[in-house]
């Protein structure tokens, strides 16, 4: 159980183009969703919060109208990487918790989509 | 904002060796302290987790102690193997927010 999976899994396009990454909860219900990146070599950062059916909670730093999340269901969030650039390759990491969740309970990771932008 | 420090960036033992793996944090609200292992390329993966109320947990090779007091917590792994070979995070949290230590690099060497 506690699935999570992350569409694409590696992305290479252009300077200039928005991508968009799903992250899935497969077998449970997430009204909270958490968006990571990773450059290589580097920790884990938290970008942004995600809430089904409200506004994304962006950490300090993040631009929200670069990164643009929705959490339309409980099951869905998007992160679209808009006018990506060079800088903007790294490594997206998803995680997600299902409704019920207690403080003190683990994350669930997806599998991650790599983003490499020429 | 919590901030966390992890030691040593590197680590390099032989197979059989024990590992150890340190970490301090800052926000004295921090009471949940997940490891996780990541080979190259791969998502974080759970290995062992604490919570405030315990000094020390182990599973099998693995262990975690933690002081509060000092607000630093370790990871040790017994009888390393190659496999064992991967980046390893710790983490701290109060609420439902992750944040990382810088990762440490374990190499098992034959």
């Known amino acids: 159980g506690a699935v999570v999976s992350q569409h694409p899994s590696w992305v290479i396009c252009k300077s200039g183009t928005s991508v968009k990454i799903e992250c899935r909860s497969l077998d449970f219900q997430a009204t909270t969703m958490f968006w990571y990146r990773q450059f290589p070599k580097q920790s884990l950062m938290l970008m942004a919060t995600s809430n089904e059916g409200s506004k994304a909670t962006y950490e300090q730093g993040v631009e929200k109208d670069k990164f643009l999340i929705n959490h339309a269901s409980l099951t869905l969030s998007t992160l679209t990487v808009t006018s990506a650039h060079p800088e903007d390759s790294s490594f997206y990491i998803c995680?997600?918790?299902?409704?019920?969740?207690?403080?003190?309970?683990?994350?669930?990771f997806g599998d991650g989509t790599r983003l490499s932008i020429l | 904002g919590e901030n966390v420090e992890q030691h040593p960036s590197t680590l390099s033992v032989q197979e059989g060796d024990s590992a150890v793996i340190k970490c301090t944090y800052s926000?004295?609200?921090?009471?949940?302290f997940p490891w996780y292992k990541q080979e190259l390329g791969k998502r974080p993966q759970l290995i062992i987790d604490i919570r405030s109320n315990v000094g020390e947990k182990k599973d099998q090779r693995i262990a975690v102690t933690l002081n509060k007091t000092a607000k630093h917590f370790s990871l040790h792994i017994t009888e390393t193997q190659p496999e064992d070979s991967a980046v390893y995070f710790c983490?701290?949290?109060?609420?439902?927010?992750?944040?990382f230590g810088t990762g440490t690099r374990l190499q098992v060497t034959l």
């Open positions: 926000d004295s609200a921090s009471n949940y």
């Open positions: 983490a701290a949290t109060a609420t439902f927010k992750l944040t």
């Open positions: 995680s997600a918790l299902p409704p019920q969740a207690r403080l003190n309970q683990p994350q669930h």
